[in-house]
């Protein structure tokens, strides 16, 4: 078993090397036309009648309204619901550190957009930073298991945990560092299990869902409740959606733009 797995990580290793050399095996590496299907899992977010839908759902982050004490509340909100252990927190363990959606400082950010002249506010406030659910992800592209996947109804870029096999190629392919690695068991830094959201194990990958699964029952993302206004949620592709109208009226960024990346998280200077 240990040496069918070790040949079939060498055998992934060598078709993402043959990607760029124009080598692919057909099958191991998806395109970005490919897809897993449309509620693989698990987890299964499976759509029910009063689920909320969108071609493709994307965020807006005002940081004009961000502040430390709603950064603490987004990041609490968001890691509760979804079991992400707090290794720092209740083992001491940084290296080991799983974060969904974190604070940092805005030069870290946007290097491309730092500048002597940033206003004060961006200066001293950390701003949240999390998976940007881009339109065009190199991590499916890198997922020799295609546990990493575009989901085609509403382009959110979704992960099945059991499908993951700890490879990390989705790691090296984020330009915006937004998956972590589970080193340890997840149960050893959680004081509570919520049963609502699959609890991942050791070894695997993981990062931000757009909270699929409470879409999926009809409510907006944890996070998005917990912003106080600051975090605005919506249908990109609608023009007449709220969040359409406020990319409309106000200026906003994304993050490494020049990636091509297409991301679908956007800021408010």
């Given amino acids: ?24 095996l057909i099958g ?68 080991h550190e799983i974060k969904w959606i974190w604070p940092t400082k805005f030069k870290n950010a946007f290097l491309d957009q730092d500048h002597q002249f940033v206003s004060d506010h961006l200066k001293r406030t950390e701003i949240p930073v999390l998976c940007n659910h881009c339109n065009n992800p190199p991590c499916v592209r890198v997922c020799p298991t295609r546990a990493t996947f575009k989901r085609e109804r509403d382009g959110l870029v979704l992960m099945d945990y059991h499908r993951c096999i700890g490879c990390r190629f989705c790691m090296a392919g984020c330009p915006y560092g937004a998956r972590s690695f589970n080193y340890r068991d997840p149960r050893e830094a959680l004081d509570e299990i ?31 409740e917990a912003s106080n206004g600051a975090l605005i ?37």
């Avoid at 797995?5 to 992934?12: E, M, Q």
């Avoid at 004009?64 to 968001?78: G, L, P, T, V, Y």
């Avoid at 609890?199 to 907006?220: I, Q, W």
Wanted: with cysteine; net charge positive.
């Fill in 194 to 224: 919520q049963p609502n959201f699959t609890l991942r194990m050791k070894g695997v990958v993981e990062k931000c869902n757009f909270c699929a699964e409470r879409l999926a029952r009809g409510e907006a993302p944890a996070c998005v």
């Fill in 28 to 95: 191991m590496v998806p395109r970005l036309t490919d897809a897993a299907p449309v509620d693989a899992g698990p987890p299964r977010y499976k759509s029910r009648p009063e689920a909320l839908a969108a071609s493709r759902w994307g965020m807006v982050i005002d940081t004009r309204k961000i502040n430390s004490r709603i950064n603490r509340n987004i990041q609490q909100a968001c890691h509760k619901v979804h079991n992400v252990p707090d290794f720092v927190g209740k083992l001491g363990a940084k290296n």
């Fill in 1 to 24: 078993m240990e040496n069918s797995r070790r040949n079939f990580l060498k055998t992934a290793g060598y078709t993402v090397l043959g990607v760029g050399a124009g080598s692919v």
């Fill in 233 to 269: 949620f919506g249908d990109l592709e609608d023009p007449g959606s709220d969040i359409r109208k406020l990319l409309a009226e106000k200026y906003a960024i994304t993050r490494k733009a020049e990636l091509g990346t297409l991301p679908s998280v956007f800021y408010i200077i």
